[in-house]
């Protein structure tokens, strides 16, 4: 079975930081450039950061530029999105995504 779960989701105060992961089941994302994408409650869903498959290039929406890095580690099948100072605007639920292939998300909700 062929499937991307993300993980690593909560809850955090402003300022805080955590790290989002996305494994791969059935398939491996050595050979995808990977993106991580988030919706909020009310927009739509919006590109946040991307890692390319061969030489690990990778791209960064203004709004997070500086404070979210992504990375991936092909032995785990793995991608991370190491994500920092948050704030309130990243609330939201984080997807990742390999060529035709979705999770189904992991919620960042960012409180005090």
């Known amino acids: 079975q062929v499937y991307l779960v993300e993980s690593g989701g909560g809850l955090v105060q402003p300022g805080g930081s955590l790290r989002l992961s996305c494994a791969a089941s059935g398939f491996t994302l050595d050979n995808y450039a990977i993106g991580w994408f988030r919706q909020a409650p009310g927009k739509e869903r919006e590109g946040v950061s991307c890692?390319?498959?061969?030489?690990?290039?990778?791209y960064y929406a203004d709004s997070v530029k500086g404070r979210f890095t992504i990375s991936r580690d092909n032995a785990k099948n793995t991608v991370y999105l190491q994500i920092n100072s948050l704030k309130s605007e990243d609330t939201a639920v984080y997807y990742c995504?390999?060529?035709?292939?979705w999770g189904r998300g992991t919620h960042v909700t960012v409180s005090s």
């Open positions: 890692i390319s498959s061969s030489d690990g290039n990778t």
């Open positions: 995504n390999a060529g035709l292939h």
